[in-house]
């Protein structure tokens, strides 16, 4: 009996399905600390970019928490539950957080 989100999902076979490994060679542990986890993304993207300008993992997390301090009031603003956004909620949220929130460019 196939389960009911079957067709939904997606199982890659490491190592074996090597179309995918190249996704998989710069995985890095973060001790499940989110602060970790968005600088060793950072720093994947900064290398892997050459964009010279991009800031510190510090920085970005910095303001990620910010948003998420921000979130609440964002949800009732736009009459949404917090405790049940959508992806395409979270990510208006988001989008309407960034645009109030340049980051300086100085």
Not at 4 to 29: G, K, R, S
Not at 49 to 72: N, V
Request: with cysteine; glycine share 4%.
């Amino acid at each position: 009996m196939k389960h009911a989100e079957y067709d939904q999902n997606v199982f890659i076979n490491c190592p074996f399905d090597t179309e995918y490994t190249p996704l998989f060679e710069d995985i890095h542990q973060h001790g499940n600390s989110p602060r970790e986890a968005v600088t060793r993304v950072r720093n994947w993207l900064r290398t892997e970019s050459g964009q010279s300008d991009m800031p510190g993992g510090a920085a970005i997390y910095a303001r990620y928490e910010a948003f998420r301090a921000d979130l609440p009031s964002i949800c009732s603003k736009l009459k949404l539950d917090f405790a049940d956004l959508t992806f395409a909620d979270l990510s208006h949220a988001i989008a309407g957080w960034l645009r109030e929130h340049r980051p300086d460019s100085t």
